[in-house]
């Protein structure tokens, strides 16, 4: 009999961590509501969710920018330097003596 292999398209998701989800986001739905009502408090916390989601959507958008622009310019410029200690693997130059003498 062939052993049973777990499924790599689908995601390991753990049950605690699906609750976890759900009540993190009844807890925002929660507060949505508050804030539907009326809620100064509520207010200012849907207020603050949403700058943080802002906050983290505008990294990302950053690093993409980064990394797309990183990756376009990789091969196309030569950037070893003659005087670059590890591209001839030689020491850099020594600028202060050693104080100690050489066995």
Known sequence: MDP??????LPRVSFRAVMLVTFVAAIIAAVAR?????ATFAKAVIVAL??????FFLSSVAFLLSWVT????????DNTREGNPFAKD??????????????
């Open 4 to 9: 049973i292999v777990r499924s790599r398209v």
């Open 34 to 38: 508050s804030a539907g009502d009326g």
């Open 70 to 77: 990183a990756r376009m310019m990789i091969g196309r410029f």
């Open 50 to 55: 949403l700058l943080l989601a802002l906050f």
């Open 90 to 103: 030689q020491l850099p130059p020594q600028l202060l003596k050693p104080r100690e003498p050489e066995l």
